[in-house]
């Protein structure tokens, strides 16, 4: 029976990598799902959701000549998932500032003291090798309401963080 | 009065353009009244085309009232609608429910003016803005056969909101 599995792939960037993987995988006669994928810090990183009746060890088998030839780590698991469950986020966050320690453990756990669920993180360090600065986009679901998230929002601030509080108010129609 | 089937994509009838209405008549108004029905029948539906529903007539009906705390004209029928001016960008997410299972963000103009008929045939004038500007936009959007999938900037993507500067 098939069951989902998740590729973790990572490796210095270079072109090829996705067209390369995707396709030894296809050829294997399996089946992609969701993916997120991007160059973090000069390398190119897939998370990717793969369906096949190989077993994990037949699937690293059949993208292994990729793997190698373009020195990347990968590694299948066995995951309980399936499409079709998208959550709707009614939030957004954004926090930049000077990049310094502790910034983005401090204004995650203030977020999920407030109840907020986050679906999608993307973040970069941005600025110069002297001046670093911390960019953050969060997207989730502010689970008990938006007046503790603003009390949370106030306390992210106090150490000189920006962050910026935005309802996705999403239209259906 | 009847609840009628969304047409989903893939299929690509949603691709084809709408004709204008020529006849302001009671089969009209019945067929009005089946696509109120369906909006509100769909969960969170604050707008419908009737390309949604495979007619392919230019009639859009928008009633974002149930929103709290925004502008609205109420319940808008609009028949033959044409947009004539827009004002301002504003990223903000959008569903169908002709593309179950995902949202997403799309640039739409923050204020515009519009004409249409209503019902009746007679041409009205309307302006709106924020999150009713943007449902007229995405269902006059199906009247061209185009869909929010069409439209989609980067989740990346975020315009830093404008300060306000005094
Ligand atoms: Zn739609």
């Known amino acids: 029976m098939s069951e989902w599995k998740m590729l973790t792939l990572v490796g210095q960037d270079k072109p090829g990598i996705v067209a390369k993987i995707t396709t030894a995988l296809f050829d294997a006669g399996a089946k992609l799902g969701e993916a997120s994928m991007m160059r973090l810090g000069g390398n190119f990183t897939i998370m990717l959701m793969v369906k096949s009746d190989q077993s994990i060890d037949q699937l690293d088998q059949s993208i292994d000549s990729v793997v190698k030839a373009m020195s990347l780590t990968s590694s299948f698991q066995n995951i309980e998932a399936s499409l079709h469950q998208h ?3 009614d939030t957004r966050i954004t926090v930049y500032g000077a990049d310094r320690p502790g910034i983005v453990s401090k204004a995650t ?3 999920l003291d407030a109840g907020f669920n986050i679906l999608d993180l993307e973040s970069d360090v941005a600025g110069s090798e002297a001046e670093p600065i911390y960019i953050m986009h ?13 009390k949370a929002v106030e306390q992210i601030k106090t150490n000189g963080v920006n962050v910026d ?5 999403v239209m259906i129609g | 009065m009847a609840v009628l089937d969304i047409l989903k994509y893939p299929d690509e009838v949603l691709k084809q353009i709408s004709e204008p209405v020529e006849s302001f008549d009671n089969e009209l108004l019945a067929f009005l009244a089946d696509l109120e029905e369906t909006m509100r029948a769909g969960p969170g539906g604050v707008g419908i085309a009737a390309a949604q529903v495979g007619n392919f007539r230019r009639i859009a009906i928008v009633d974002v009232s149930a929103k709290p705390k925004i502008k609205h004209n109420g319940c808008m029928i609009l028949i033959n609608p044409e947009i004539k001016t827009w004002d301002g960008m504003k990223i903000g997410r959008e569903g169908c ?5 995902y949202t997403g963000n799309v640039i739409r103009a923050e204020k515009i003016t519009l004409q249409a008929c209503n019902a009746k045939g007679e041409l009205c004038d309307y ?10 936009q995405h269902e006059l959007d199906h009247l061209d056969g185009m869909l929010f ?5 980067s989740r990346r993507t975020d315009l830093f909101k404008r300060k306000k500067y005094k």
Do not use: F, K, N, Q
Request: charged letters at 25%.
């Open chain 1, 87 to 89: 959550e709707i986020p």
């Open chain 1, 109 to 111: 756990t203030h977020l």
């Open chain 2, 149 to 153: 999938l069409d439209r989609l900037v």
């Open chain 1, 165 to 169: 509080m935005t309802p996705i108010d």
């Open chain 1, 138 to 150: 969060i997207e989730g679901i502010a689970a008990h309401g938006s007046d503790a998230l603003e």
């Open chain 2, 97 to 101: 429910m002709s593309v179950p299972d």
């Open chain 2, 127 to 136: 302006e709106c803005e924020g999150y009713e500007a943007r449902a007229v």
